[in-house]
């Protein structure tokens, strides 16, 4: 096996061992009561969501801050693959709204 071969499976492997370490905190979060933001577009949402979680898409997300605010709550913030999520995420904590990324919406396990 070449290095190039090497350094590109440690790549992986490393992404999906973080993956795993933070959907299982964004879990404990949401058993603990924290609000799950969906920051999909509404089409993608209406065509499957994490149970009880609210849909803000992304371009829409700095419209809302206030109502976000009010939850008083940590919010796991989840989308497709976890790229607009972390783009969602860096906006609310700019607005002091307490949040993490959660990735992927349909790598939450659901416990309700």
């Known amino acids: 096996m070449d290095l190039v071969s090497v350094i ?38 209406d065509s499957g969501h994490f149970p009880e979680s609210i849909n803000i898409p992304l371009d829409m997300l700095s419209d809302n801050i206030s109502k976000l605010k009010e939850e008083n709550k940590i919010i796991v913030v989840v989308c497709a693959s976890g790229m607009r999520s972390a783009s969602a995420c860096s906006i609310l904590k700019n607005n002091n709204i307490n949040c993490m990324n959660g990735g992927s919406w349909s790598s939450l396990k659901w416990e309700g």
């Open 8 to 45: 590109l499976i440690s790549v992986v492997v490393i992404f999906l061992l973080l993956r795993f370490r933070s959907s299982k905190k964004a879990n404990k979060l949401i058993k603990n009561g924290s609000l799950v933001l969906d920051v999909r577009s509404i089409g993608e949402y």
